[in-house]
């Protein structure tokens, strides 16, 4: 494992967005960007080292564009396998992945990602 490299984190987009009903489903789009905006802002709170943040949008949310401090990824199918392949893409870093979907946890563990629920990342 890289030791020098950013922890590479792999937000859920749409899984983290709607882990909280405040309407989200009104506008997508806006409420990935405010995820983004959140993300870029903050990071990972509780992490002290570097990070390299990828937010992975799909659906109605793609095309959100990247920004400082987090690339945005849109996804060209599914969201999960989009997801799966970063990790697979970077084995020889530490990888976390932000999301509470059980299936999605059970393929990046298996790949070695850590997980995390969207309580780490959410606004």
């Known amino acids: 494992m890289e030791d020098n490299a950013a922890l590479l984190v792999i937000v859920d987009g ?22 983004r905006d959140h993300l870029a802002a903050r990071g990972l709170p509780g992490h002290d080292g570097p990070v390299e943040v990828v937010l992975v949008v799909e659906g109605a949310a793609r095309g959100v564009a990247s920004v400082p401090g987090v690339r945005v990824e849109s996804a060209p199918g599914s969201g999960d396998d989009h997801m799966v392949g970063l990790v697979a893409r970077s084995p020889g870093r530490r990888r976390l992945v932000v999301t509470a979907d059980r299936e999605l946890r059970r393929r990046v563990t298996e790949l070695g990602a850590e997980v995390t629920g969207p309580r780490a990342v959410r606004p």
């Open 14 to 35: 749409a899984n983290v967005v709607g882990s909280v009903p405040d309407g989200w489903w009104r506008d997508r789009r806006g409420a990935a960007e405010r995820l």
